[in-house]
C-alpha cells in the first residue's frame, strides 16, 4: 500500500489515466443504466477526482491536455463525415445563424452581470463566453444518433463551424480591447492592424488547406495504404490529424478545433477516408471521455449552494440565448418544428471555448474568479440536461414524420412515375454499388437519399433521386413502393432499417426486401421485421475466400 501514493507522485499521467477513466467506465456505466447519457457519468468521474472534492486529485494541466487531444480526434472525425459542399450549402442558415444567436447570448449575459453588479466590460466577456455551444459535445450527440450526414447534422456542424471562427476573432481582439472595455483608451490603428492579420491567418490557412493539404493529405493516405501496414496507415491519420491541428494554431492562430475540423474535410475527398473514420475511432472515443473528465475536474460544486439564483439565471441565457434563438433563427429559415426543434435543443449547452474564454479573461483582469465558477457550473448543468433536451425534441418527430402535411425540407416530394422498379436507399459506398449493378443490368430505380452532394451528384448523372428519410411514409409513397419489385437498404442504421423494412412490407407484400446488417442480432431483428435476405459483410467476406479456395483446390 505504500507503494500506491508514490506512483501517484512519480507518474500524475498515468495516475490521471487509470483512475480518470476507471471512474468515468463506472459512473458511465450506472447513468447508462439509469437511461442517462454516459457524459453524466464521466462529468460525476471528473468532480470525484478534481480538487473539490476528497481523494485522489489529478494533475490538471495533463489531463486538460489529454482532454485537447480528444478535440482534435473528436473534430477530424467530424470534417471526415463533411466536405467543403456540405458546408457552403448551409452557410445560408449558419452565417447569419451564429451571428445572431451570438450577438442575443451575449447580451443576455451582460443582462445578468449588469443585475449582479459587474461592469460592462466584464458582462461583455462573460455574455461572449456563455455564447458559444460546445463542439465536443453537439458532434458526440450526432454521431450517438446518426444524424451526421443529414441535414440536421450538416445545419448544426455549420452553425458550429461559424462559431468556432466568432471565438477565434474574440480571442485575437480581446487582449487589445481589455483596455476599452475596463474604461481605458483604445489604439484604433493597433487593434486595425491585429484584425487584419487575424484575418490573413485565416484566409491563409483556408488557402494552404485547400491548396497544398488537398493534394497532399490523400497522397500520403494512398503513399501509406499501399505498403500494406495497418499499423503505418493509422500512424499516418492520427499524424495529419494531430499535425494540422497544431500547424493551424501555431503558425495561422487558428483554433486546434477548427485545424483538426479542416483537416478531416480534406481528407473526407479520399476513396479511403472510411478507413481512415475507422482507425481513428477508438483512440477518438477514449480521450473524448477525458475532456468530459477535465470539465468535471475544474468545477466547484459548492457554487451551486453560494450563488444558486445567479446560476439559475446564467443556465436560462443558456437555454434561452442560444437554444431558443437557434429554434426561432431555423423556423425563420423555412426549416420544419422537428428540425428546428432538435437544433435548438442541440445547441442549447457551453463547454470547451466558454472555458478558454474565460480564463483569458481572467487573465485580463476583465472577469473575476466567481464568473469562471458560474460558467463551469452552467457548462456542466447544460451539459447534462442537453440529452434530455435532444430525446424530448427527437420524440416531438416521431409523430410528425406521420403527417402527410409536414415536410421534412421546404419542397414538396415529387411522387416518381416508374412501376416495376428498384428502390436503393442510401447512396454510400454500398449504395452506389447497387446503382451500378442496376444500371448494367438495365433495371430502373431510383435513390432516396438525404446527403445534399449525393442528391446533387446523384442528379448530375441524371439518376432519379427522391430527398428525404425513407423511414417517413411519405417519402416511401414518393418513391412507389407499393409499385416496385426491389428495394435494397444500403444504410448501416439497423434501427432505421427496421423501420423502412417494417413500412416497405405493409405497403407492398410481395416486394423483395434486401437489407445489410453487421451483427447477428441485427440480422435477425431486420428479418423479424419482414426483410426477405439481409447481408451480413464479414459473412460474406467469408463465404466469397472459401469458394475461391475450392476453386483453386
Known amino acids: 500500500m505504500s507503494?500506491?501514493?508514490?506512483l501517484v507522485h512519480q507518474s500524475p499521467l498515468i495516475a490521471a489515466l487509470v483512475i480518470g477513466l476507471g471512474l468515468a467506465f463506472v459512473f458511465g456505466t450506472i447513468a447508462n443504466r439509469l437511461k442517462l447519457s454516459p457524459i453524466v457519468g464521466y462529468l460525476i468521474a471528473g468532480v470525484m477526482v478534481g480538487p473539490f472534492t476528497p481523494g485522489f486529485v489529478a494533475d490538471s494541466h495533463l489531463t486538460l491536455q489529454l482532454a485537447e487531444i480528444g478535440v482534435i480526434l473528436l473534430m477530424f472525425g467530424v470534417g471526415l463525415h463533411f466536405s467543403p459542399s456540405d458546408l457552403i450549402s448551409v452557410r445560408r442558415i449558419a452565417v447569419p445563424g451564429a451571428l445572431v444567436q451570438v450577438t442575443v447570448a451575449t447580451v443576455l449575459g451582460e443582462g445578468v452581470a449588469w443585475m449582479i453588479g459587474w461592469s460592462f466590460g466584464t458582462g461583455i466577456v462573460f455574455g461572449l463566453?456563455?455564447?458559444v455551444a460546445s463542439t465536443v459535445v453537439m458532434t458526440r450527440t450526432l454521431q450517438d444518433r446518426h444524424l451526421m450526414d443529414s441535414t440536421r447534422g450538416h445545419i448544426t456542424v455549420g452553425?458550429?463551424?461559424?462559431?468556432?471562427?466568432?471565438?477565434?476573432?474574440?480571442l485575437v481582439l480581446l487582449p487589445p480591447l481589455a483596455l476599452a472595455l475596463k474604461g481605458g483608451q483604445v489604439d484604433g490603428v493597433a487593434l486595425a492592424k491585429i484584425l487584419g492579420i487575424t484575418l490573413v491567418k485565416l484566409a491563409g490557412f483556408a488557402a494552404f488547406m485547400l491548396i497544398v493539404g488537398k493534394r497532399l493529405i490523400p497522397w500520403v493516405l494512398h503513399y501509406t495504404a499501399?505498403?500494406?501496414?495497418?499499423e503505418l496507415f493509422r500512424l499516418a491519420v492520427l499524424s495529419v490529424a494531430l499535425g494540422v491541428a497544431f500547424g493551424a494554431a501555431e503558425l495561422f492562430g487558428v483554433s486546434i478545433a477548427l485545424g483538426a475540423f479542416f483537416a478531416g474535410m480534406i481528407m473526407s475527398e479520399s476513396k479511403l477516408s472510411q478507413r481512415a473514420a475507422e482507425e481513428s475511432l477508438p483512440l477518438r472515443d477514449a480521450f473524448a471521455v477525458l475532456f468530459f473528465v477535465s470539465v468535471g475536474m475544474i468545477f466547484d460544486p459548492l457554487v451551486v449552494v453560494h450563488e444558486p439564483g445567479v446560476l439559475v439565471m446564467t443556465l436560462l441565457v443558456v437555454l434561452v440565448g442560444i437554444g431558443g434563438v437557434a429554434f426561432l433563427i431555423a423556423r425563420a429559415f423555412g426549416y420544419p418544428l422537428a428540425t428546428a426543434l432538435f437544433i435548438g435543443a442541440g445547441l442549447a449547452q457551453i463547454g470547451e471555448f466558454s472555458f478558454i474564454l474565460a480564463d483569458l479573461g481572467i487573465g485580463q483582469g476583465l472577469l473575476p474568479d466567481r464568473a469562471r465558477d458560474l460558467i463551469l457550473g452552467t457548462s456542466i448543468l447544460s451539459i447534462i440536461i442537453n440529452p434530455f433536451l435532444v430525446a424530448a425534441a427527437e420524440r416531438?418527430?416521431?409523430?410528425?414524420?406521420a403527417k402527410p402535411e409536414v415536410r421534412e425540407k421546404p419542397a414538396e416530394l415529387q411522387p416518381t412515375g416508374l412501376t416495376a422498379h428498384a428502390i436503393v436507399v442510401g447512396y454510400g459506398r454500398v449504395g452506389s454499388l447497387v446503382g451500378e449493378g442496376l444500371k448494367g443490368d438495365g433495371t430502373s430505380f431510383l435513390v432516396i437519399e438525404e446527403a445534399q452532394d449525393r442528391i446533387e451528384t446523384l442528379e448530375r448523372e441524371g439518376i432519379e433521386v427522391i430527398e428525404g428519410n425513407a423511414a417517413m411514409d411519405r417519402v416511401l409513397k414518393a418513391a412507389n413502393v407499393a409499385g416496385a419489385k426491389l428495394l435494397?437498404?444500403?444504410?448501416?442504421?439497423?434501427?432505421e432499417a427496421g423501420q423502412i423494412v417494417q413500412q416497405a412490407r405493409a405497403a407492398n407484400p410481395a416486394l423483395e426486401i434486401v437489407a445489410r446488417a453487421h451483427f447477428d442480432a441485427e440480422v435477425d431483428h431486420l428479418l423479424k421485421l419482414g426483410a426477405s435476405e439481409v447481408i451480413m459483410g464479414e459473412r460474406e467476406i467469408a463465404h466469397a475466400m472459401l469458394d475461391h479456395a475450392r476453386g483453386v483446390a
Open 159 to 170: 452553425w458550429l463551424v461559424m462559431q468556432d471562427l466568432i471565438t477565434v476573432l474574440a
Open 129 to 131: 463566453a456563455l455564447a
Open 226 to 230: 499501399h505498403t500494406g501496414s495497418r
Open 3 to 6: 507503494d500506491a501514493p508514490a
Open 396 to 401: 416531438f418527430r416521431k409523430p410528425e414524420a
Open 488 to 495: 435494397f437498404i444500403a444504410i448501416p442504421e439497423a434501427f
